[in-house]
């Protein structure tokens, strides 16, 4: 039965890239969504109570987030440039192509004519 599609193995790794790719998205916009928390403590408080580990949650937030999304730009990137859409995937196509090769007389043409 796994046999029966040749372009499982292609199918697969694009799942696995493209699931590995929204998980990384997943993340990012999770720490985006975490930072203004930090935003309106710095905004709205005294200076004298905000921490220097808040800020440095806040600044580990911003490179963790930028480090993902880039990641998962550079995965998106690289899966892109052999995608699926380029299989031909259209089994009647064949079927389309053979009935258009036939001549007049119901012979299927094979290009080894020597006329």
Not at 57 to 86: C, H, P, Q, R
Request: hydrophobic residues 45%; negative net charge; glycine residues 4%.
């Amino acid at each position: 039965m796994r046999n029966l599609d040749p372009h499982r193995l292609e199918f697969r790794q694009h799942f696995v890239l493209s699931v590995v790719t929204m998980f990384l998205v997943f993340l990012g916009w999770i720490l985006l969504h975490m930072m203004p928390k930090y935003t309106n403590k710095f905004y709205y408080l005294d200076p004298a109570a905000i921490k220097t580990s808040d800020i440095s949650t806040f600044k580990i937030m911003a490179y963790l987030s930028d480090v993902l999304l880039i990641v998962s730009w550079v995965v998106a990137s690289i899966y892109n440039k052999a995608a699926v859409e380029g299989m031909d995937l259209d089994p009647e196509e064949d079927d389309d192509n053979k009935a258009a090769d036939k001549d007049e007389e119901g012979t299927v043409e094979t290009g080894d004519d020597d006329e």
